[in-house]
């Protein structure tokens, strides 16, 4: 059995037992005849007497269909309605995206407890952002639901969690995204619990691949999904200060820049961004802190010299500034994964998407591995390009790669200086008015407060944001 223990969760996976076949029928015969010869008879008499009633006595009433939501209260339902209809609309890039989730998510949702009710602690927390009071603040209803929701989802998922492996893990991973979703977009200033969500994904997916096999991973149709969403998620927890502090860096160095699978790279409806850049974004945030490692602890025996630092960094940069040009070019990115359905704008705003992506890891090069100062040129451009990227999205409610740019908008604002601090304070207004997505209201908070707090040019932002554990 593998376990993650952290922030007060326990995520465990059993390792595959045999379960225990049922005991023979002989094995119970004898102390059941009596009671078994009994009951037979009483069924016999009860057949016979139903028998001997005329049919015209009964008036069977056959429904025409069965409610599969039958089960739950008429607020539970309504908020799953909500889910479907609203929150997971705004949680979504494009309608191919709502439409997979809504095919993967909901079906095992209603025949799952933890997952239920996750996915309505999910729905509350868009809700309630509609319910602030003039003192911007949530009433205590709305928190009390979403906590109600998320702790009994925790513990059915506890409870499935320790039954024997050999059941679909589906579910439970399906559960933790959600969870962990709950925990990145509430906005909550206790940002800590999201990592064991993360980890105990990581837990799962390694406990099964070890286990099963890959080709008993695909024969589960929601695993493909939730692997998108657990290697987007890896890349992105690989880039904050603590990082994928579990794993020992292979610093072997980054892909060729003209690898032979170049033509078939593709970008991610759901994640927003090509799958060769998340490779590229762990392999950043693995030099990232070995590079914080080397500067925090001066007397420990470095993996990397200066120079290899350096040189590292380079080979990093040049592999960003290759996909750049390449998805420029429109020839190497030839579509959206899934099916078609784009227009040339839709696939014009992911391009956006991905190129905003790509310039905050130039940043993060530049910043955490490099060790330029924030006013930088290199770093102010990469500032300036993702300000760009994310203006020419077209602004909505729903369905919009804006739902994915909190993280980007988040790095341009910790390094930005002057108008363009004012020009994130605008778009991040913008989004969240249209989305009503929590994080990004609680990411200008931050930018607003680290920016009041750094202005006698004393504070960065790495020992700011050392007091929280921030996931934007």
Known sequence: MSAIF???????????????????????LDSTSDSSFSSSQQQASSMQSTQNLNSSDFDLAIPMSVDPLSFMAPSDRHLLQYFMYNASRALATHSLVHQEVCEVILPMAVVNQALLHATLALAAIHRNSFMFNAHNTLGDNGKD?????????????RRELQKPAGDSLGPKLATIRTLFLCEAISGSPTLRTWRSHFLGAKALFSSMEW??????IKKDPSLPFLRRWYNITEALV????????????????????CGPNDSQTCIDAYTGCTDDLAGALREIGALARERRRRTKGPGLRPQLSEAEFLRMADRLEMLIQGMITRDRSGTAVYNVSGPPGLSVKEFEEFLLCNEAYQHTALIH???????????????????KRIIDCVSRIKPAATLSPLTLLTTPLFTAGCEARGTDRGKIIVLLKEMYNHLHLPNMKRALEVLEDFWWASADGKTSWESFSSTFNVFF
């Open 6 to 28: 952290d922030g007060g969760f326990v995520y465990s996976s059993n390792r595959l037992t045999p379960v225990a076949p049922a005991p023979p029928p002989d094995a119970e």
């Open 145 to 157: 639901d979403v906590a109600h929701f998320t702790t009994t989802s925790i513990a059915h998922l």
């Open 211 to 216: 286990e099963r096999g890959i080709q008993d």
């Open 238 to 257: 690989a880039l904050t200060p603590e990082g994928l502090a579990e794993e020992s860096p292979d610093f072997s160095g980054p892909r060729s820049l």
């Open 365 to 383: 090069i530049h910043r955490q591995i490099r060790l330029l100062s924030s006013d930088s040129p290199l770093i102010q451009d990469c500032v």
